[in-house]
């Protein structure tokens, strides 16, 4: 083992606990609950690396509490919106992330979501648990239809074409909004780019956020652009929860100007249990488990493991954001 200090903000799958532990001393925070802002600042001084979770914010007061030899933030996601990314460049300290290995596993909950949303599930299963189900009834619990719909995505990235494939199996006219520039993934997944997010959420009945957290998707989806989209549409969010302006869209839920939302992520994240976006019945909120499968979170410990040990020893790694 070398003297390499590294410190993570949380346990990560044995994979990559083991291959870090191989390599190099390490200090990690063992509870489920982000590490406390003044603890990160305390132990992050003096490591060489950084394996950080995307509920830690990653600023230059932790990048100069750890002090000039830390080389590698490493963070365990495919988005890195957590880290200052000029901070990092100006430090000459190296940012990698975790993509492709998380796409098909989002983009199966994305879809999961969508169908759950769209056939009222959740609301079908409390319904039956609160001892309301008497009889059959032609007028219960009618969703809305998938098969031949229009799926409007916006962010037609690994995630995002994804999403589009999975929609072709149900005949779905596949419509991307991508900020005007047109995606390299738009033939493989035979979805068609559309001008303006105008056109995308006037002509979806579902639509579906892939799309990066930056200065130009922060509230993306506010109250203006819920207006636009059509009073039987589902929303579904599986990307990151400041897209969408939280109020805006209770109040759209609660006024019935969409139908349905289907949210992995939040704003604020978490959720607590007494938000009014939880009282809803045509809201679907569950835990940000894009990633969660067992093979998808393993890998993603394997990945975040070698992104930082590369740079640590000289070398390339396989994933580096900047």
Known sequence: MSNTKVYLTRVIPESGMKRLKDYCDIEFWRDDAPVPREVLLEKVKGVDGILSMLSDPI????????????????????????????????????????????????ADLAFTLLMAASRRIIEGVDYVRDDKW???GPKLLRGYDVWNSTLGIIGLGRIGAAMAVRARGFKMRVLYYNGGRRS????????????????????????????????????????SALR????????????????????????????????????DVTDPEP?????????????IVIPHLGSATLSTRDKMAEIAAENLI???????PQFRVK
Not at 84 to 103: H, S
Not at 195 to 221: R, W
Not at 310 to 316: I, K, Y
Request: aromatic fraction near 4%.
């Open 184 to 223: 390299e993934y738009e033939t493989e997944c035979g979805a068609l780019m559309v001008e303006s997010l105008d056109q995308l959420l006037t002509e979806s009945d579902f639509v579906s956020i892939h799309c990066p957290l930056n200065s130009d998707t922060k509230g993306l989806i506010d109250s």
């Open 59 to 106: 600023d230059e007061d932790v990048m100069d509490a750890a002090g000039e030899q830390l080389r590698v933030i490493s963070n365990y996601a495919v988005g890195y919106d957590n880290i200052d990314l000029d901070a990092a460049a100006a430090r000459n300290i190296a940012v990698c992330n975790t993509p492709g290995v998380l796409t098909n596993a989002t």
């Open 271 to 283: 959720l607590r249990a007494n938000h009014p976006l939880l009282k809803l019945p045509n809201c």
């Open 310 to 316: 590369a740079v640590l020893e000289g070398r390339e």
């Open 228 to 263: 636009k989209m059509k009073n039987s549409a589902v929303l579904i969010n599986t990307a990151r929860g400041p897209v969408i302006d939280t109020d805006a869209l209770y109040d759209a839920l609660e006024n019935n100007e969409i139908a349905y939302a289907a949210l």
């Open 134 to 136: 008497i009889t059959w």
